[in-house]
């Protein structure tokens, strides 16, 4: 039994967890969407991957078109209130607006993003297009995050049928259990599940494919499968202590904040999380805002090094979480079965650790996010002939998603590693105008501004390689 | 320090701000605000036999998210008694002796002209001003833009004061004819002594997509109403200027129309203005603007190293012409500064679908220009054809950089040759037709 404790009363844990972008107010978005230039060729749709038009639905919003300032953006990207939310839009979309560099701010993409689409999520009301004819082809999603909902809400807008089976009580996957929760409520990733629901999709819960539903039969009914099962379980360390009943993993420890009321999340007085991904930053946050003392990030390499966003560690350290550098945890330490430290050694420039630098800080909770292993295992089980790629990544065209199994395609991290939810999205959509190809014959071409200078991607459209600023 | 006192048709004033007739100027309260904040002059609300005003009597044209770019009226001439605007000017010039109070008239007979005009002089009015400009209601009546737009009829109601006066007579016209040169020459005809221009412009500003009422409503209904505010300046300007340029007229101008700012003023002085007139910009931010407006065209006049107004008065006024007496041998193109250039590519766009396609995008390095501020590596950059270029300007008016895109001199060492010129030289067989635009 862990001694980990709730920390906040109720109204004081939602108040801690708010979120920190609050929406647009009518006038406030009017006047931002009236500052965007309207850029022709315009670098904000080249570095989205989804290739939402920006300038377009920002350019309706300042026209009062708020209803199709939302078709434009769901229309490219399905997601397009949650990427508004969770995309690091400062190095995509923010991060290559024109005015970036000038003496001004780019342009709040996102929250223009959000302020146009929150009112549809809200209403219900459907915007997007659904083809009225239909093939009668049939698609199973494996796994319910943002690459199978953007890939089942594509198929089903194009005419074909998709089921998606999630293992886990909600569909949604990161997005309703792994977000920080002040960036967002797992509600909106509900209320997005909701919307593509209604355009067609079927969810099936509670699903464990190869025990509750043989691959096998998936085959048989479906004429082809997606693949966006994520990834599997936080890596170990394999240090003595890893198995105390005060030690999480990350992945659990946020999921945990979105399944259950916030009043009952359990954490120590003084949690440290290992690692400094953006993972990291999220864990340590949310410790940190649901009441933890101290919440301090332990880090192998350098400040320089680390892996997260500037924008996201600029954040955690706004919160007064702590962090150290360069130093490897060696042991977690014991008290009667309950964590009671961590002994660290210190490390040089190549992370290793430094013989006799050895040194303990006291904590109640160790938080692990040091990433997250490949399901490799599970995907071999499936489909024993399924080619994986280095570290474990499925194999995938990079133009279809198809992988080295016909009619079996993948996207989402399960293919690029651990990406974005916009990547996801993405890689999803484009699995569904190759299998829309495979079904009809037809090539839908995504949504693209063309040029007529013959430029190819990523010229002219963001939708084959994003092209990604610097943070 | 530049002097910005004027003298407009005899009347001295301390600047040349003055505000136009309208709600700012209804009442002594009012004036006595203005005149503490810093204009120079009130042209009173027009004073005429009361009448009754609906409710509910502006509206306003909002453009891109800014406020009251244009604005429009229903309400008529002061709903306030004569005697009590009389004896109000009075209490005010008391008080204001250096400052400027214009009594705006609209009455109907020669004899209630006659008497209006008396009491204006005995309450110590500068001078008199014919509202012959309010497009809205008063016309129906046959007064305001009625009398406006009916030469003959201007120069009868001036003659008629002008055989009483004992102060200036300014005629202010409306902007709702075809040339307004006419009206002023009858004005001038019947003995004004100024002119004061624009009223205001009839306007339907919005439709209600709801209740399909245009703005102003009055209860579920509504009238074109006179337009105002920033949106009207290039109209007024160009009014103003063919009062000032016109010889038959060569009489002191106000000018009025969309004037915010002191540049606005300069602006409507160097066409002709002796004074200027304000009326919706107080009616948006209150009196207190008229301190930067003071400010901005005294900063300006020493800039220029003029010692007065009247120094800048008229300026640009022989830089107008005829369009056939321009030069057709003068060329300029445009010239984009890749130091500058964020490479939202609106110059392409513009130039592309608006206007005459002469502005490419090209591969940065084929050009050799670096990266720019904003643009990302690679991006394609706008480069203008020069062969090509016309010189119309779009590009430069549609690039958000200041001085990214400037508009060069071409030196094609041809001598200046005008239309009218050129029509003449192809007549004689001197001159060969210049080729068609392929």
């Known amino acids: ?471 | 320090m530049a002097d910005l006192s004027i003298n407009f048709a005899g009347v001295k004033s301390p600047n040349p701000f003055w505000i136009a007739s309208g709600p700012p100027g209804n009442s002594a309260y009012q004036c006595h605000r203005a005149f503490e904040a810093g204009w120079g002059g009130v042209v009173w609300k027009t004073i005429g036999e009361a009448i009754v005003n609906q409710s509910s009597r502006y509206s306003a044209l909002q453009l891109n998210g800014q406020r009251m770019v244009g604005f429009n009226n229903i309400e008529l001439i002061s709903d306030r008694a004569p005697e009590t605007n009389f004896k109000e000017i009075r209490e005010v010039k008391d008080r204001w002796p250096d400052r400027v109070i214009v009594a705006s008239l609209m009455v109907e007979t020669r004899e209630q002209w006659h008497e209006f005009i008396k009491r204006s002089e005995d309450a110590g009015a500068d001078a008199i001003e014919c509202n012959f400009g309010c497009p809205h209601g008063m016309c129906e009546r046959g007064m305001g833009s009625a009398v406006g737009q009916n030469p003959a009829v201007i120069e009868t109601i001036a003659g008629w004061c002008a055989e009483v006066a004992e102060i200036p007579v300014i005629i202010k016209l409306t902007p709702n004819i075809t040339d307004v040169a006419q009206p002023g020459r009858a004005a001038k005809a019947g003995g004004a002594d100024a002119i004061s221009l624009i009223n205001t412009i009839n306007s339907i500003t919005q439709v209600n997509l709801d209740t399909f009422c245009p703005e102003p409503s009055v209860g579920g209904q509504s009238s074109h109403g006179g337009y105002c505010g920033a949106a009207v300046k290039p109209i007024a300007l160009n009014m103003v200027e063919t009062i000032a340029n016109d010889p038959q007229i060569n009489l002191p101008v106000s000018g009025i129309g969309g004037i915010n700012t002191w540049r606005d003023a300069a602006e409507f002085i160097a066409l002709g203005s002796t004074s200027v007139q304000v009326c919706t910009a107080v009616m948006q931010k209150g009196f207190r603007i008229v301190a930067d407006m003071a400010e901005g065209l005294s900063d300006y006049l020493d800039s220029k190293g003029m010692q007065s107004v009247e120094e800048l008065r008229g300026r640009a006024l022989p830089n107008i012409l005829n369009w056939e007496n321009l030069n057709l041998n003068y060329a300029r193109i445009a010239q984009i500064d890749y130091d500058k250039c964020i490479g939202c590519n609106l110059c392409h766009i513009a130039c592309e679908d608006g206007a005459h396609q002469c502005i490419d995008l090209v591969d940065p390095a084929a050009l050799g220009v670096g990266e720019g501020p904003g643009r990302l590596p690679g991006k394609p950059v706008p480069k203008v054809r020069d062969e090509d270029c016309v010189g119309c300007n779009l590009c430069s008016l549609v690039c958000p950089v200041d001085h990214c895109i400037t508009m060069i001199d071409v030196e094609n060492g041809k001598e200046r040759l005008s239309w009218a010129e050129y029509q003449a030289g192809v007549e004689a067989g001197t001159m060969e037709p210049i080729p068609p635009h392929p």
């Not at chain 1, 929406?23 to 500052?35: D, G, H, K, L």
């Not at chain 1, 005015?99 to 993409?109: A, V």
């Open chain 1, 1 to 471: 039994m862990s001694k980990l404790k709730p920390i906040l009363p109720k109204a004081k844990a939602r108040e801690a967890m708010e979120e920190i972008k609050p929406a647009f107010a009518s006038q406030e978005a009017v006047t931002e969407a009236n500052r965007c230039l309207y850029c022709y060729d315009a670098p904000c749709i080249m570095a989205c991957p989804t290739g939402i038009d920006i300038p377009g639905f920002i350019k309706k919003i300042a026209y009062d078109n708020v209803k199709g300032a939302a078709r434009t953006i769901l229309t490219a990207n399905i997601l397009g209130n949650s990427c508004a939310r969770v995309c690091p839009t400062k190095v995509l979309c923010e991060g290559a607006c024109v005015l970036e560099d000038r003496d001004h701010d780019p342009i709040d993409i996102g929250r223009l993003q959000r302020y146009a689409t929150d009112r549809v999520l809200e209403t219900g009301e459907q915007v997007v297009a659904v083809s009225p004819l239909k093939s009668g082809k049939k698609v199973a999603l494996i796994g319910g995050g943002p690459a199978s909902l953007g890939c089942a809400a594509e198929l089903v807008r194009l005419g074909h049928e998709a089921v998606v089976f999630e293992k886990k009580e909600h569909p949604g996957g990161l997005n309703t259990y792994g977000i920080a929760y002040y960036k967002m409520k797992p509600e909106i990733s509900l209320a997005e599940v909701e919307m593509i629901e209604k355009l067609g999709v079927e969810f099936r819960c509670g699903i464990e494919v190869g025990t509750d539903l043989a691959v096998d039969k998936i085959l048989q009914e479906f004429d082809a499968v997606f693949l966006g099962i994520g990834l599997g379980q936080g890596r170990r360390l394999a240090i003595p202590g890893e198995d105390l009943p005060e030690v999480a993993d990350a992945i659990d420890f946020i999921a945990e904040i979105h399944s259950q009321p916030l009043e009952t999340v359990k954490l120590g007085k003084n949690v440290v999380v290992l690692g400094c991904g953006n993972t990291a930053i999220d864990a340590v946050s949310q410790a940190k805002r649901l009441g933890a003392e101290s919440a301090t990030i332990l880090y192998r390499r350098s400040e320089e090094e680390m892996s997260a966003y500037g924008f996201e560690y600029a954040l955690a350290k706004s919160e007064r979480c702590e962090f150290m550098f360069q130093v490897a945890p060696v042991e977690i330490l014991e008290t009667n079965g309950h964590v009671s430290g961590i002994r660290l050694a210190k490390t040089d420039s190549n992370a290793q650790p430094i013989t006799g630098s050895e040194f303990t800080v006291n904590c109640d909770h160790v938080i692990k996010a040091l990433g997250q292993t490949k399901m490799e295992k599970t995907l071999l089980e499936w489909f024993p002939k399924l080619k994986l790629g280095a570290g474990g990544k499925i194999e995938v065209d990079p133009l279809t998603q198809e992988t080295s199994i016909p009619g079996v395609y993948a996207g989402g991290d399960a293919a690029n590693g651990g990406a974005e939810v916009v990547n996801a999205v993405a890689e999803g959509k484009r699995a569904a105008l190759h299998l829309h190809q495979t079904f009809t014959g037809e090539a839908v071409t995504p949504p693209a501004q063309t040029t007529r200078y013959g430029i190819e991607p990523p010229f002219g459209s963001g939708f084959y390689e994003p092209v990604r600023v610097s943070g």
